[in-house]
């Protein structure tokens, strides 16, 4: 084909190489979809250079591949480090290099492609809820020991619900079970696990919590790492045991329950005990108090046996008799002296009493003495004292007599010494006067 155009037309309308290479990099790097845009392929080959990481991404049947590059102020961000043979996800944009006249996707992240991502996305999740502190040991409660009633959430039809009611009823028959039906496999399944808990939370019966699922592939039980799942069940009122999958299976509801054990049986074993357990460890107990009511026995005869023992060494027995002796002796001693006081004093009192009586007027008056009182009642020490016409009162022994005084009698001496008692004459000489006392009959008394 031949073109019959002018020269002049020809160089107005051709590009320089830089200018059509120019074109093509506005086109690619100012498109909307090409500035962040995700590809995914496998790695064919990957070189590492001072600037930064050097690979080729292409399709796995190898029929269009393109040149990537991630920068070395890049490669700590990467979620996957790019490997040859792996698949990888990237997230980029198109840069075209004018002195080759070639584009690259100049990368920002990779992440694993298929299982890969989901692993990546399970890690992220689980370090998220680690962070936050839901697989902390310190938040897990203990199941209750002997539950009456337990909640099951399972699916109705899964051969899990079936293990959990035989092994339930073999071990603990007439536990009550409430049973709260679930999806556990799909796209649905975590909102209907959900639902099923908050179902369980809300009758308020349950002591114990069973979350329960046979084994199956990866994306069969992608539904118990699910963070609305993984919450519900770190936010639920009742102790939650988990049975899921089997042995090398673990989830993130695993991770967040109280107790996780492998299998749906395994759960039911965990949460109820058997009653042959429970005869065998009664048994045992019954056995344990009697060796120790027995060991208690056999301890405490021989610490009284010792104790026997020492006491025929001490002799306390003799030394009892001893002391007793010494009590009796003290007795008799304390006896004898207060009976020689007793005696003293009854003595004593016998001599105050003789002595009490020789000084009791009375007494004297028994005698045949006598008491002269004048009419004032003072008692006539002198005759000196009385006058002649003075009436007086005499006190016997017996009775008393009432007397007047007809003459009064002084001694020798004091008339000598001019002394003339009252109402009298003058003695005369060599006829010494004398006190004549009247017996007045009329006033004595017997």
């Given amino acids: 084909m031949t073109f019959d155009l002018p020269d002049s037309l020809i160089l107005d309308t051709a590009l320089s190489v830089s200018g059509l290479t120019d074109y093509i990099r506005l086109l690619l790097e100012q498109d909307e979809q090409l500035r962040q845009v995700w590809v995914t392929g496998e790695v064919s080959s990957a070189n ?51 002195q080759r006249g070639e584009y690259q996707l100049s990368v920002w992240q990779t992440l694993p492609a298929g299982v890969g991502l989901q692993a990546l996305r399970y890690q992220q999740l689980k370090n998220r809820l680690l962070a936050e502190g839901l697989f902390d040991v310190q938040r897990k ?54 639902k099923a808990i908050d179902r369980v939370e809300r009758d308020g019966r349950a002591e ?27 936010s639920c009122s009742i102790p939650v045991i988990t049975g899921i999958g089997h042995q090398r299976d673990e989830s993130l509801a695993d991770l967040v329950a109280d107790v996780c054990v492998h299998t749906p049986t395994a759960a039911a074993e965990r949460v109820v005990p058997a009653l042959a357990e429970l005869y065998t460890e009664h048994r045992g107990r019954v056995i344990a108090l009697h060796e120790a009511v ?49 005696q003293q004093a009854t003595q004593h009192l016998e001599l105050l009493r003789q002595k009490l009586a020789t000084l ?33 009162l005499i006190q016997l022994g017996q009775g008393e007599v009432k007397v007047k005084v007809m003459e009064v009698n002084v001694d020798a001496k004091r008339l000598a010494a001019g002394y003339h008692p009252p109402g009298s004459q003058s003695p005369t000489a060599g006829n010494p006067p004398t006190a004549l006392i009247h017996q007045n009959a009329k006033d004595a008394k017997s």
């Fill in 208 to 234: 114990v919590l069973i979350l329960s699922r046979g084994g199956g592939a990866v994306e069969e039980l992608a539904c118990f790492n699910d963070e609305r799942v993984v919450r519900s069940l770190a």
């Fill in 48 to 98: 590492h250079h001072r600037s930064g990481l050097f690979f080729t991404l292409q399709d796995t049947d190898r029929t269009a591949g393109i040149k990537c590059v991630v920068w070395n102020s890049q490669l700590p961000k990467l979620a996957q480090m790019p490997v040859a043979g792996e698949q990888i996800i990237i997230l980029g944009s198109i840069r075209l290099y004018p």
């Fill in 294 to 342: 027995h060991d208690f026995g056999e301890n405490a005869e021989n610490k009284l046996q010792g104790l026997r023992n020492r006491l025929r060494r001490l002799r306390l027995d003799r030394q009892v008799q001893q002391e007793v002796e010494k009590l009796a002796w003290k007795r008799q001693q304390l006896v004898q002296m207060t009976t020689r006081r007793s």
């Fill in 141 to 194: 409660r203990s199941l209750p020991t002997h539950p009456q009633t337990i909640a099951v959430v399972t699916s109705p039809t899964a051969a899990a619900w079936g293990d959990i009611q035989k092994t339930l009823r073999q071990r603990y028959p007439g536990l009550q079970v409430l049973f709260s039906p679930a999806t556990v496999q799909g796209e649905q399944a975590p909102e209907s696990i959900v």
């Fill in 360 to 392: 009791d007027p009375k007494a004297v008056l028994q005698r045949g003495y006598a008491v002269v009182r004048q009419e004032d009642g003072a008692i006539a020490r002198s005759a000196a004292e009385l006058a002649v016409g003075e009436d007086l």
